[in-house]
């Protein structure tokens, strides 16, 4: 009996040092900014490749002499890892809710009232605990288990934080730094596609006409590989695509939920 009491009030004074110091807190906010971080610049990316995607899919010129058709083939290429994008963007934008929805209860638990309860359940569980009078087990139940919902609900966010992103960290973060520097490089790539697709200017003076029309049948040249070049490129975003979407999804849905039950 003696040895649980000094368990008890290691940890009720422990916790409340922990909680007024606020040092798990400024730890859990640094994790959690470096997610939504990463989250809003993943989302960016996608933004970006599904602009130029679209982009491309409405180009309207035909490279000549060899041109034609081109833009067809562009359209058949890029449509369905557009609509994967599309879908991408989505469940971005539902993993940086929740990353802001995290931020958000950090702060909400990180209060100091929520703080003064802490402090009030483990001063309460030390009375009980050392009364000097014999307490009956009730009252000492009911103490400890203020305490233990005044620790869950003051430390659970910060916990879910901290574990969920320092695994996310040690095994998710590389490959999504990866996939989503892949998705950057589609993302020049195709830009560069439709800046050689560009059409001729009406208003341009018959030797810049000529110029450009010399350029744009040295390209039709390269029609083919510039294409087979385009659907590799496709073939590795897709890929990638699909590796982040799992990737957030474990980061933001799947280990929150097993921390949060392996805290409760």
Do not use: C
């Not at 990316?45 to 490279?63: C, P």
């Not at 557009?82 to 934008?93: A, C, H, K, P, T």
């Not at 973060?173 to 990866?178: A, F, L, T």
């Amino acid at each position: 009996m003696l040895n649980r009491r000094i368990a008890w009030t290691i940890i009720a004074l422990a916790a409340v040092a922990i909680a007024w110091t606020g040092i798990v807190d400024e730890a859990a906010e640094v994790h959690a900014e470096d997610a939504f971080t990463r989250a809003l610049v993943t989302f960016a990316v996608a933004r970006t490749l599904n602009g130029v995607i679209s982009l491309a899919q409405g180009t309207e010129v035909a490279l000549e002499p060899g041109g034609v058709g081109v833009n067809l083939s562009v359209g058949q290429l890029l449509d369905p890892i557009n609509d994967l994008i599309e879908q991408f963007s989505s469940v971005m934008l539902v993993a940086s809710t929740s990353l802001g929805a995290q931020n958000v209860l950090l702060r909400m638990t990180s209060w100091w009232g929520v703080t003064a309860a802490l402090a009030v359940a483990g001063l309460f569980a030390l009375v009980v605990l050392w009364w000097p009078r014999p307490v009956t087990n009730h009252w000492i139940m009911l103490g400890t288990r203020m305490l233990m919902f005044a620790l869950v609900l003051r430390f659970i966010v910060p916990a879910l934080i901290i574990g969920t992103n320092v695994v996310a960290n040690q095994f998710l973060e590389p490959e999504q730094r990866s996939a989503t520097a892949a998705l950057e490089a589609t993302a020049e790539e195709i830009e560069e596609f439709n800046e050689k697709t560009v059409p001729l200017d009406p208003d341009a003076s018959f030797i810049e006409r000529l110029s450009e029309t010399i350029g744009s049948t040295m390209d039709a040249m390269d029609v083919e590989g510039r294409l087979d070049r385009l659907r590799v490129s496709v073939a590795v975003a897709t890929e990638n695509i699909v590796n982040l979407i799992v990737l957030f999804v474990l980061q933001t849905i799947v280990l929150p939920l097993v921390f949060v039950w392996l805290i409760i």
